[in-house]
């Protein structure tokens, strides 16, 4: 569009601008805020939006090492921050892993297969996607409050009982992988099964190698999904030691207990990471999130 | 011979993996857990059919993911369904068989001696002492034994021989291991028994009460019996008394009658539904309108520095929720919050963000605008991108401003494509259960309500409050509203499936 830029255009690029950076200024404020309230002395001091001095005190309290209050006292942190960012990565590790090992086995099926009620299954896991788990906490917590009686492995308060219970999400991923697998011609697992390869060593030595790239974004979607989940964790998991980050990060901020210095660090620690690993893989999920919007 | 080994190895696998299955199952069912025990019965049978049988084959790359997803996301939602028609709650949380045998577990004590009981170390066991706490007989030790987890056993006590001389159990490891102790009877020597009647005590002990053949419960310290009520989930003394623990029963549609015509709930319930409404519809519209604007802004050609924009626009969505959330929660806290500081050092106010409703409401509605317009704008900028060239350089021609554009080609092509995503936002702050929780807690709360209730709460954050933070853990009345939830979700969902059929007929 060759355009002349008049006068009008001008001021309305200057506008759009102003706007823009405005609009940028609210999304970095509570951004740029939680770094300077995580390096600023004392939970409760106010009056400065910049700090006038710089304190580590709050990171130390993050990463668990004893802190020296002003009138000398000291204090053992009593929030395990890195034992819950221990558990998060463990939990999601685990539960990503199955995902991907549970997600691209059935989208193989879906994309490569002919069975009866596969279009019924397609629609069935699209459906599953809309209704979110938390209606149906109630009954998560008392099946896994139960099996625990006999089962202690899989009760409240287990790890596991979070992995199984996050491995029946995977409806999102199957759709992602399968529609990757749809770009790979059939031709090159069709070669192998002439040459004598049964349909699992099609999949698992010639399509596999080549989905590689999605298997790494799904693995990595799971695992961000499941570092922020926070309904179900919240209802299996009670004891201090077992939580995840995103279970027990509300404790920083108990009316009782406001602990506003610390928690920002604690917040930085533990979102820096997941924010970057998802900027990277965005682009695989809005995609897959706008295809889905077009296909349906 | 690997091809006959493997013919027989399969069929032995399978017969194993059935085996140990079976083992799980008996055991979840001896529990009383018999749904659960009945799903797993059904997905083991299809398992054993789904890797023995040729003719399944495409099925046995779907079993596992597909299991998971009925297992665990299906059959909660139909449990869920199930437990809206019972009375389950924190008075009536055990199955009856659980609830029974507590009752078959407390005991009494009986005429006999009392002993001070302490525990020693010994190589990795532990040796109980019972002295005679009146100082009459000997002071009896039994063998080492191991702790383990918590079943009835017996075990010998002699006279000591030796004083026993090992560490003492501290008092919270006893605390700790009190179950096991608990199933623990000490045979005397002169023929009697004593059970753990206090933390530091063995005396003689009796069951309170034996099952009789008709299923009531007779106590032996008085005869009276206990007769078990299905109706109210407990067992009853004849005077209509009930007794503790309750057990889960049935109780029909009582909870639905209740939510419905029970002025107490009903009246909470429905402003709690109507904010739930507005929350949900506001949320799609600021996000919406915010993001298309940004997309137009940021797809045009004569705007300088758009990546960088877009970079940092985008970053509420890759900052994880619970963190951004919180975060706020903090900026802004009424006294200390640094929302607060900007705004009276600016203005001089200092607005009660979390103790008036409406603010509270105004809060929530920014936060959930800050965390959700960068979606509808990347999402709006792809569709945008569709829209051919040549419709603008026409209005060009025609002489239409930069808004006759915006509302008359932008918006419409764009909102088309966007309805069903538009429908499955409403549908996801619907049920926006981690903003409610984390941000405001459903608080300020409204007055006079017989449970607690919210005036910011959304329906799924009241079903939590209702089974997970009330001291009544009303699980099945939580259920019971979570199934209504489940109905209106399907409706917005048929919807969203038509919105979808009608975007795709329009698109070709």
């Known amino acids: 569009m060759a355009i002349v830029i008049d006068k009008s255009q001008r001021w309305r690029v200057l506008l759009a601008h102003l706007f823009l950076i405005a609009l940028c200024a609210l999304v970095l404020f509570p951004v740029l805020m939680t770094v300077s309230i995580s390096l600023r002395p004392g939970n409760f001091a106010t009056g400065s939006l910049i700090p006038k001095e710089i304190s580590l005190e709050h990171w130390r309290f993050a990463l668990g090492l004893p802190v020296t209050n002003a009138d000398g006292r000291v204090i053992i942190p009593d929030l395990p921050v890195l034992r819950w960012l221990w558990n998060s990565v463990k939990v999601a590790s685990l539960s990503a892993a199955v995902a991907v090992l549970l997600s691209t086995t059935a989208a193989y099926a879906f994309s490569r297969m002919k069975f009866a009620g596969k279009k019924a299954a397609l629609v069935g896991l699209m459906l599953m996607q809309m209704f979110p788990t938390i209606l149906a906490l109630i009954a998560i917590h008392s099946i896994f409050s139960r099996l625990g009686h006999t089962f202690p492995l899989v009760g409240i308060d287990s790890p596991w009982a979070l992995v199984l219970a996050y491995s029946g999400g995977i409806a999102l991923h199957i759709w992602t992988i399968k529609g990757f697998y749809e770009t790979i011609p059939g031709e090159i697992e069709e070669a192998a099964t002439v040459d004598g390869a049964t349909p699992w060593q099609a999949f698992w030595r010639v399509l596999l190698p080549m989905a590689l790239p999605i298997l790494m974004v799904v693995f990595l979607l799971a695992f961000i999904g499941a570092v922020n989940e926070y309904p179900v964790a919240s209802v299996l998991l009670r004891s201090q030691d077992q939580l995840t980050m995103a279970a027990g990060m509300k404790q920083f901020l108990y009316a009782q207990k406001y602990l506003w210095g610390d928690f920002a660090a604690a917040a930085i620690l533990s979102g820096l990471p997941i924010s970057i690993v998802f900027i990277l893989v965005q682009r695989w999920m809005i995609s897959g999130l706008t295809s889905g919007a077009n296909k349906g | ?508």
């Open chain 2, 1 to 508: 011979m690997p091809d006959a080994l493997k013919r027989f190895l399969q069929p032995a696998l399978m017969i194993l993996l059935g085996l140990v299955g079976l083992y799980f199952i008996t055991a979840i069912y001896a529990t009383g857990e018999s749904l659960l025990a009945g799903v797993m019965l059904v997905t083991l049978a299809a398992f054993i059919w789904i890797y023995s049988s040729p003719k399944t084959y495409a099925y046995r790359y779907l079993f596992p993911g597909i299991g998971a997803a009925l297992i665990f996301v299906v059959f909660p939602m139909l449990y869920t369904v199930r437990i809206g028609f019972t009375n389950y709650s924190s008075k009536n949380l055990l199955t009856f068989k659980r609830a029974t045998n507590y009752l078959l577990e407390e005991t009494y004590r009986a005429e006999g001696p009392t002993y001070t009981s302490t525990l020693h170390a010994e190589d990795g066991k532990w040796r109980l002492r019972l002295e005679d706490a009146e100082g009459v007989s000997a002071t009896l030790v039994t063998e080492p034994f191991l702790i383990g987890p918590p079943k009835p056993w017996t075990i010998r006590a002699e006279p000591a021989a030796t004083p026993v001389m090992g560490e003492e159990m501290t008092l919270k490891d006893l605390i700790d291991h009190q179950l096991f102790l608990k199933g623990l009877v000490v045979l005397l020597p002169n023929g009697g028994q004593v059970r753990m009647t206090g933390l530091r005590e063995f005396a003689s002990a009796r069951a309170l009460y034996t099952l009789n053949k008709d299923g009531s419960l007779t106590n032996n310290q008085d005869q009276s019996r206990l007769n078990p009520n299905f109706k109210t989930g407990f067992y009853e003394t004849a005077g209509g008394e009930a007794v503790d623990p309750g057990f889960q029963v049935d109780i029909g549609w009582k909870h639905y009658v209740d939510i419905f015509t029970d002025e107490a709930l009903r009246e909470p319930l429905w402003k709690i539904f109507i904010w739930t409404l507005v929350f949900s519809s506001l949320t799609v519209v600021f996000c919406t309108s915010l993001g298309m604007v940004l997309a137009v802004l940021l797809n045009w050609e004569n705007l300088r520095f758009r990546s960088v924009y877009r970079l940092v626009l985008f970053l509420p969505y890759a900052i994880p929720g619970f963190i951004s959330i919180l975060v706020f929660k903090g900026l802004f806290n009424n006294n200390s919050g640094e929302i607060n500081l900007v705004l009276s050092t600016l203005f001089g106010v200092k607005p009660t963000w979390f103790s008036d409703p409406f603010l509270a409401k105004t809060m929530i509605l920014i936060v959930n605008t800050w965390l959700g317009f960068p979606y509808m704008m990347i999402v709006c900028m792809g569709l945008i991108k569709a829209i051919p060239n040549d419709l603008y350089e026409a209005s060009a021609v025609a002489g239409a401003g930069p808004l006759t554009n915006f509302f008359r080609i932008t918006m419409p092509l764009v909102l088309k494509p966007l309805t069903p995503l538009l429908i499955s936002s409403f549908a996801f702050n619907f049920n926006n259960f981690v903003l409610i929780s984390l941000l405001t807690g459903g608080l300020p709360d409204f007055l006079n309500t017989a449970t607690p209730a919210g005036t910011t709460d959304i329906l799924v954050s009241y079903t939590y409050r209702m089974a997970f933070q009330d001291s009544g853990q009303k699980f099945g009345l939580g259920a019971a509203i979570s199934t209504v939830v489940f109905l209106l979700v399907a409706a917005i969902s048929i919807i969203q499936i038509r919105a979808t059929r009608i975007a795709e007929d329009t698109k070709r």
